[in-house]
C-alpha cells in the first residue's frame, strides 16, 4: 500500500507516528490546503512522507501512489473519494463514509466498475475483542438488551456555545454528535445484529445539529440502547445482556481495550488481549492485506455493512428531524 494522507487534522497526526506498525505501507504522499502547506512538510519531515501536495489532481496524478486516505471533514468525503476512485486509486475513507445512501452506491458503482478497493475506516470491526464479541455472542443465549455509550465532552463545543461553529457541529458539513462519535455505536451493533426492524433518535438539538442525543434500535428478541454525547461527559462502556448472562466492556467501542463475561453460575473472567501499538493498527494491517490480494469479496462485505449503518444513521436524524449536508 503506498499511501497518499488527504488531511492533516487530528485523526492524521494520532496515526502517523504508527504507521510503521503495518507491514507493506509505505507513506508516499500527503495533501492539504496551500495555507498549510508549512504544516504539512513539517509532517513530512518527521514522518518521512515521500511528497507534500496542495493540488488534489496532482496527487492523484502520481503513479507511486496507489491508495488514497481520505480525512478531511466530512462534507468533503463524497467528492474527494470520487475523484480518487475515478482516478483509479484504492480509496480508505474516515467515518462517517458519506451523508447519504445514494452518495455510497454511486461510489460503490465507480469501485466496482474499476476493480478498486473502497472501504470505511472503522476500528472496532478489526478490534481482537470485537471479533471475540463476534464469536462469542451465543454464550449469553437469546439476547434481550444493548446499551452503548459514547459520550465526551467535545473540545470544540465551548466555541460552539460562544457562537463559533466549526465543522464538528456543522449540520451543512455533517456534523453533530451522532455522525461523529454515535456511529461508532451504530457499527457495534449492526456489526453484530445486522439492520434493526425500527430507528429512533431523541436528540438535544442546538442550531439544526444534535450536541447529544439517545438512538433506540429495535430487533425482534432485542433492544439496543446507544447514548452519544458532545455536550457532557459520562462514564464510557457497553453492556450486551442475555437469557444466560452478561458482557460488559469499559472504554469507548473504538478501542474495546478488555471484555468481563459474567455468565450465569460462573465467575467472571476478564478477556484482555494484547494490545497493538494503536487501535488503528489492526484496520490498515487488514486494509493492506486486501488491496495486496484485491479481496473484492471483503471489499463488498464491509461494504454491505457500512451501507446497513448509513440507513440507520440516515433514519435516525430524519426521525430527528436533522438534515445534513448542503
Known sequence: MKLAVVGAGKIVEEFLPHAYAVDGLSLAAIYGRPARREHLEQLQAQFGIESVYVDYDEMLADARVDTVWIAVPNSLHMEFARRALLAEKHVICEK??????????ELRRIATAKSVILVEAISTLDLANYRWLQEHIGDLGDLRLIQCDYSQYSSRFDAFQAGDVLPAFDATKGG??????????????????GEPRS????????R???TSGVLVLDYETCTAVCVCAKDSDGPIRTKLQGTHGSFVIDGAPNVMESVDVQLRGGDTDHIDPSAPAHRMVPEFMAFQRMIETLDFAERDVRLDHSQAVLSVATRALASAGIRLGG
Open 96 to 105: 462517517p463514509f458519506v451523508l447519504s445512501e445514494s452518495d455510497l452506491a
Open 208 to 210: 439544526g445539529i444534535d
Open 176 to 193: 453533530g454528535a451522532l455522525m461523529d462519535i454515535g456511529i461508532y455505536t451504530i457499527h457495534f451493533v449492526v456489526g453484530l445484529l
Open 199 to 206: 430507528v429512533s433518535y431523541t436528540a438535544k438539538i442546538d
